[in-house]
């Protein structure tokens, strides 16, 4: 069972950056896809970017795309989220997870999550 472990979260002044790491605790993070989810309060946990097993397919969330870009570094068993002009609707709990499944972005298709790292964007 891999343990996912979220860091990078923080305040940020609009039109700021932030990058999320994810550190996963098994050798074999190269054998998940990942993605990246965030839930704002009082909302549902939504998705923001995946990344496929393979690390040839990227997904991204319309309200994102242009502005955040998902990597990994196998070699460090370490999953990014690289966030650029940020919003402050962008303010939220963000959850990194992994899947059995070779790709997806649908939350109820991963298997291990982390316990969220706040990112607070100020106007």
């Known amino acids: 069972q891999v343990q996912l472990v979220e860091s990078g979260g923080g305040l940020v002044q609009a039109g700021g950056s932030l990058r999320l790491s994810c550190a996963a605790s098994?050798?074999?993070?190269?054998?998940?896809?990942m993605g990246w989810f965030r839930q704002a309060p009082g909302k549902e946990r939504d998705f923001v970017a995946a990344?496929?097993?393979?690390?040839?397919?990227?997904n991204y969330a319309d309200s994102v795309k242009g502005r955040f870009t998902i990597s990994r570094d196998n070699s460090k068993n370490t999953l990014y989220l690289q966030m650029n002009s940020l919003k402050p609707e962008d303010t939220a709990v963000y959850y990194c997870?992994?899947?059995?499944?070779?790709?997806?972005?649908?939350?109820?298709?991963?298997?291990?999550w982390g316990q969220g790292t706040q990112v607070t964007v100020s106007s």
């Open positions: 098994e050798r074999t993070f190269g054998s998940y896809a």
């Open positions: 997870a992994a899947s059995h499944r070779s790709r997806s972005y649908v939350y109820t298709e991963y298997d291990y």
């Open positions: 990344l496929s097993m393979s690390d040839r397919l990227r």
